[in-house]
């Protein structure tokens, strides 16, 4: 894709672009296709958005393991749209857009099957609708969860060593409430509550490392 | 956190806070934990309503789990990986008749007009450029063309595959015929058969695409290929190198990361890699490498189980031995839930089996087990120890040859159950000396089925099969030979509990031992067999 700019603009870089000096009063800025034959502008926004844009649709209530499907979806819906995407403005912003869309289309559709609690996903939806609405935090988002994650690592080395090997069988190794309670010699509701609680703890620490980073 | 506040008197709403309270955090973990109680969602719905502070507590606590999930071993570069597999097939149907559309009315060749003063002088600045605009205009279109024709051709062409099975994905059926370019799978496994006899097992999560019905380009996965008669010379391409059947079958395992892993069953395959030209490689051999390495040898191989209703996780892991030999290439078959009559024994010896012995039936415990195939060249090693990971609390037994007393190491751990199984279809060598064929002149070694109880995941060591010097000439009539190799399985102990609520590990799948100390004690275990020989 060829755009020209005026010469009293001045030329921004472009992560992979470049300036040329062509035709007088004007640039020739050659800017990379969003859809080119090797597709590598839209697999390097896969690669930088992927993490948050999962954690944004788990956090609309998608059950976890539906949560990969769904961002898949988007990522292919944001591509054959892409024309309709205008380059420069938030393109995470855009994703969840979509990611929004499709979460709404599977509480229409009742859908127990990737929808944790239809009433509860309801409630998140409108609630991410009604973020969605303040540009400012949308810009945001990413810086947030390059430092959320950060705080994440931290604070899991801080957990005792049940802890982690609680957080171990249920998220490396995905393990299923009943199993890890097998294991552990006590309950799946035991285990919900372990659960919890060191989701608490590591809620408080994350708190205090992210206030400690920004103070 | 605040809670609507209820008319009664002070102590009963305390009582009463307090327990719904823990209702409502025991509702919201579980709704995060993805296994709801039918009334959670009602809960939660109504707190949500009325408390901010709950709505920000379920929010942080899915964020909290989206981040660990993220964190803790999530295979980022296969979804990407699966995103362009998907958008590189959403291309390949319209890709060139959209390109040469494009290309001819310039959707990708739009000047954008200039944006403030320059724009009012444009018009007049564009009328001396026509030639040039008409020159790149062409050029720009003759190199879409070029890109659409060879676009199309990276990605290949269609081939016909027929289903033969199905497990664990809803995206394939058995008996489908289908025109398969890119062959995307997320889940499950399945096989495929070509047109040429060549079937194909892949497991989940794969990605490959056709570049023609003899030559597969595999970016990720792993695919087993059963060549037939008639698909000598199937070409696997992978992008450290490529693997050409010899009439065989083998399998290559594609990793995100760039590893490629080849190992073959039977027959030959020939690898060509930068790195070292043309290698052969013959059954029982298995080797990694990269696009910067030469081929290393792979200690171990998964044997996918064919069974339904088997487990699917896998519970040894991580096996090797400290042989090294340069240019060793053995890989340990690991058959998942393989252990049963009549499956093959030993990587190095294709027509051995694990049978029961003569008149009884097959060992109910041993049914099911992981199953390590070993190598009979060990079993003259006297430094000889292999070790392997246990991945949840499990039994693991080793069947040790009967003719001989056992090497300390195993009368020290394991605890001998009394019980025996054989290993049978042995053609007369030295290992089988003194053995008497039954009436239909079958070789067959006895061997002690050995077990130790494993509480916890760990790494277990074993070692050499061979006894001491000192123990030797004082054992048996055998004593001046060595014994066969020993065979192991694992058994996982504790089948999991699946419903929430369920307060007791259910009864194991494996009988429990005794304390180990007595290592020759006999263990009285039944010996009722699933499937036994007549």
Redesign the interface.
Known sequence: ?????????SPKPFPHGFFCKA????YIEYVM?KKS?D?RW??EQ??QQ??AL??FI??L?I???S???L??ET??IA??KLDMFEQGTNFGAWLRTIARNLVRNEIRRQSRRRV?????AE??LD?ADEKASHPASEVEQAEQHRQ??AA??AC?RKLPERSRRI??Q????D?????I???E?????NI??I??RL??A??GC?KERLGEASG | MTRPSKPADAASSVDENTVDLRALEAAIGRIVDGEPLPGDAAIVVESLASSPEVVEQLEQHLLVDALLRDEVGYDAAAFVDAVRVMIEAENSRPAFVTRVREAIFGKEADFVCPIGPAATTGRRRWAGLSLPITLACTLLVMSLLANGIWNAAAIGEPVMVEVAAVDGTTAFAVGDRLDLRTLVLPDGAVDLTLGSGVRLECQAPLMARFEHPMRLHLSRGRIDIDVGDDGAGFTVVTSAGEVVDLGTRFSVNASPDGEVRVAVFSGQVELRSQQVGAVSLVDGEAVRLTKSQAPRRLQSVEIRSRNPGDRKAVVISEISDNVEVSKLRRFYGLVACGMRDGVRAFRDRREVSWQAEPGDVFPDDLYGADLVQTFQAERFRQDFSLQFGVSQPSRVYVFYDARYSPPDWLARDFVNTGRRIVSTGWSPTPVTRGVQPDVWGTLAIPHDIWCRDLVQPTTVVLGPPVLPERDRNSTSQFESFVPSMYGIAVQPIAPPATNIGFSRPRPSRAKPAPATGAPTKAVPVATRGRRGRP
């Open positions: 894709m060829v755009r020209r700019v005026s010469r009293e603009q035709f007088s009063g004007c296709p034959p597709n839209f697999i896969v690669e992927q993490s999962r954690g788990r956090m209530g059950r976890p393991e949560v990969d499907d961002a898949q990522f292919v591509y054959k944790l609690a239809n009433e509860v409630f998140l609630r959320q994650v994440l690592r899991l957080v171990q249920r998220y490396f190794e393990l299923s409430l009943g199993v309670a097998g294991y010699n006590t309950n799946a509701n919900s509550q659960l919890f989701r608490s590591l809620l994350m």
